[in-house]
């Protein structure tokens, strides 16, 4: 009986551990997805935006929770957010403020759920 008193908990920590590493509470992105989505291109240690060095973006957020930090912090003048705050980036000044524009519409195309 202690065997299978082993066994099931055994298994209960694999699922448990399967479970918490399906990705984090706030959904995510691949980071991937908002250098396709921005056309994005590695630059100097940053990514520019359509290789323009005046819509440089010098990190990459995929949560919600990274967005949401960095919107509470001394940083959020340097935050372009997707709308519903679920991706972002911080850009790398001077930025032209057409990049502003361009990039939070992208951001917000990413929000919206993939067409089956």
Same mark, same amino acid.
């Given at each position: 009986m202690?065997?299978r008193?082993l066994?099931?908990?055994?298994?209960?920590?694999?699922i448990?551990l399967?479970?918490?590493?399906?990705?984090d509470s706030?959904g995510g992105?691949?980071?991937?997805?908002?250098?396709?989505?921005?056309?994005?291109e590695r630059t100097?240690?940053?990514?520019?935006?359509?290789?323009?060095v005046?819509c440089?973006?010098?990190?990459v957020?995929t949560t919600?929770?990274?967005?949401?930090e960095?919107a509470?912090?001394?940083?959020?003048?340097?935050?372009?957010a997707?709308?519903?705050?679920?991706?972002?980036?911080r850009i790398?000044?001077?930025f032209a403020? *057409?990049?502003?524009?361009?990039?939070?519409?992208?951001l917000?195309?990413? *929000?919206?759920?993939?067409?089956?």
């Open positions: 202690s065997g008193l066994l099931a908990a055994a298994l209960s920590a694999a448990g399967g479970i918490a590493g399906c990705g706030s992105f691949k980071e991937d997805d908002v250098v396709k989505a921005l056309d994005l100097d240690g940053a990514y520019a935006i359509g290789g323009d005046f440089r973006v010098g990190e957020y919600r929770d990274e967005v949401t960095v509470g912090s001394g940083q959020k003048d340097l935050l372009i997707s709308k519903e705050g679920n991706v972002g980036v790398v000044r001077p403020p *057409d990049c502003s524009k361009d990039a939070r519409a992208d917000n195309r990413l *929000d919206k759920p993939p067409k089956e």
